[in-house]
């Protein structure tokens, strides 16, 4: 199982990945302070939304479902060029958030436990 800290770590190095490739960059994703804080903040989102108190707690949160849905908005999002300044903080942040988020889905499908295909809310 990871870790809190792992999840923050991985989910650091995540938004890092996502400023790598972001074509369409603003400031923030390219953030040294912001861009690994919100990583390893919303790289551990799931466990704040369903800690981990037993071996069943993932559940919807931490499902399948929400990992392809996830990734199916984060590509629209990647994908979106906004003009406006507040435009591209919005997707600034949804990638960055929405990277952090992915990371520790991924980090718990690797556990012999993984994710439910679509678990209970
Ligand atoms: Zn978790």
């Known amino acids: 199982m990871s870790s809190g800290t792992t999840h923050m770590f991985v989910g650091a190095g995540a938004v890092g990945l996502a400023a790598i490739v972001d074509d369409h ?13 919100l ?6 989102l799931p466990d704040y939304i369903e800690p981990a108190l037993h071996p069943n707690h993932r559940q919807f949160f931490h499902s399948i479902t929400v990992a392809g849905l ?8 990647y994908q979106w ?8 903080l919005i997707r600034g942040l949804v990638l960055l ?7 520790h889905l991924i980090c718990d499908s690797t ?5 439910p ?3 209970k809310l």
């Open 117 to 119: 295909l679509v678990g």
């Open 25 to 37: 960059p603003h400031p923030i994703t390219h953030s040294l302070l912001i861009a690994p804080l």
């Open 97 to 103: 958030g929405g990277m952090g988020y992915l990371s």
């Open 70 to 77: 996830l990734t199916i908005g984060l590509i629209k999002c």
């Open 81 to 88: 060029k906004p003009e406006e300044p507040f435009e591209k």
């Open 111 to 115: 556990t012999p436990k993984g994710l």
């Open 39 to 44: 990583g390893s903040i919303s790289g551990k």
